[in-house]
């Protein structure tokens, strides 16, 4: 895809340069044809230069858009002057300018998202606490064995977290999986989280999204090829609803944060308990299994499914799969994600933590 825009768009500069060619070299005969003065054909060169500069900004991944924007403008106003001989031209500038869009649509996106990811580590205080064993205390026996096999006594207290995540998901129970790749932050001691996802949709073809919770408020965005909505909702109970449960469930990947006040627990059994987040004046509850030894297996909570006034609420589990250790602190990286709905399990998603940092206020 990268080689392929880049040599049309190289083709199309360098076809412009005949417009300049026939303005300054060309026999009389030959400029009547196109009918190309010399104050004319300096814009054809103009053209050229500006497709160049377009390519070799692209092929760099430096910031190209707005010069494509500027060529097209021109080449085109000069295909419509000699519009018989090179009209073909527009196909190729339609082309440009379609993924010039998409690409100005993601970069606006990133930059609203880096935005949002600064306010979130900056409100971050880094902890320099010392979890201990007395901390567990007023934990359930099985969430303390939890902590303790995950690695967190003698650590330092969390107050931030950076990952990476690669995976699958698909929006329906039969539609096809499409990969993606994606970085989260989270403020653990105000709770709040930052989200930003990469799907690859279709072929040359792929979505850009964003989940957050931002002062007790839960947002989704998600845009086809950076540019057309395709979710955009916010700011209700029912999404702020799950948007809690997903922090909630993902305290997983940084366990010794379960131990702030705005969590409180029940045990249930030997191997459960029930994990209450409020936040806001807000509540949400959650159910923790896990095995005798105190690895997580799984979490369950009631959530609501779809979107809009027409979400309802369904059992929603998510699977750990697999363990790994990063930075001394044992958490599930691998987990399947599945909505226990009436017409059966609809496994949505599968995810995987490739990389993970505690208590740092830098970004990706």
């Not at 005949?18 to 044809?33: D, I, L, P, R």
């Not at 996106?109 to 935005?115: C, L, Q, S, W």
């Not at 567990?136 to 690695?151: A, D, M, N, R, Y």
Request: net charge positive; with cysteine.
């Amino acid at each position: 895809m990268k080689y392929a825009f880049t040599f049309l768009v190289l083709i199309h500069g360098i076809i412009h340069l005949f417009g300049f060619v026939n303005a300054f070299f060309s026999t009389e005969a030959s400029k009547q044809v196109l009918g190309i003065s010399k104050p004319i054909g300096a814009f054809w060169l103009v053209t050229f230069i500006l497709f160049i500069v377009t390519a070799v900004s692209f092929f760099n991944n430096k910031k190209w858009f707005y010069i494509a924007f500027l060529a097209v403008f021109v080449s085109q106003i000069l295909i419509f002057t000699v519009w018989n001989d090179a009209k073909f031209g527009t196909i190729l500038n339609v082309i440009i300018l379609v993924v010039s869009i998409a690409t100005f649509g993601n970069y606006s996106f990133h930059k609203m998202v880096e935005k949002e990811v600064e306010a979130v580590l900056n409100d971050c205080q880094i902890s320099k606490k010392t979890i201990s064993e007395n901390d567990l205390l007023q934990l359930p026996e099985i969430v303390q064995k939890w902590l303790k096999t995950s690695g967190v006594i003698g650590k330092q207290d969390l107050s931030s977290v950076r990952l990476q995540q690669k995976g699958l998901m698909r929006t329906k129970p039969k539609s096809t999986w499409m990969p993606f790749e994606a970085v989260q932050y989270f403020n653990t001691k105000k709770p709040a989280f930052i989200w930003r996802t990469n799907v690859k949709a279709m072929p040359m073809i792929s979505m850009v999204g964003r989940d957050k919770l931002w002062n007790g408020e839960g947002e989704m965005l998600i845009k086809l090829a950076g540019i057309i909505p395709v979710v955009n909702d916010g700011k209700n109970h029912k999404v702020n609803s799950g948007t809690m449960l997903r922090f909630l469930s993902e305290m997983c990947w940084f366990p010794s944060a379960v131990l702030n006040d705005y969590i409180t627990w029940e045990t249930i059994d030997e191997t459960s308990a029930k994990a209450t987040f409020t936040h806001h004046n807000q509540e949400v509850s959650g159910i923790f299994y896990f095995t005798p030894t105190g690895d997580l297996i799984a979490f369950e909570a009631t959530r609501y499914y779809g979107g809009g006034t027409a979400a309802k609420l369904e059992k929603w589990r998510i699977e750990m799969t697999s363990f790994n250790v990063f930075n001394g602190i044992k958490i599930p990286n691998k987990a399947n994600v599945i909505w226990k709905l009436q017409e059966g399990d609809f496994h949505w998603l599968s995810v995987e933590i490739i990389d993970i940092r505690y208590n740092t206020k830098n970004s990706y």
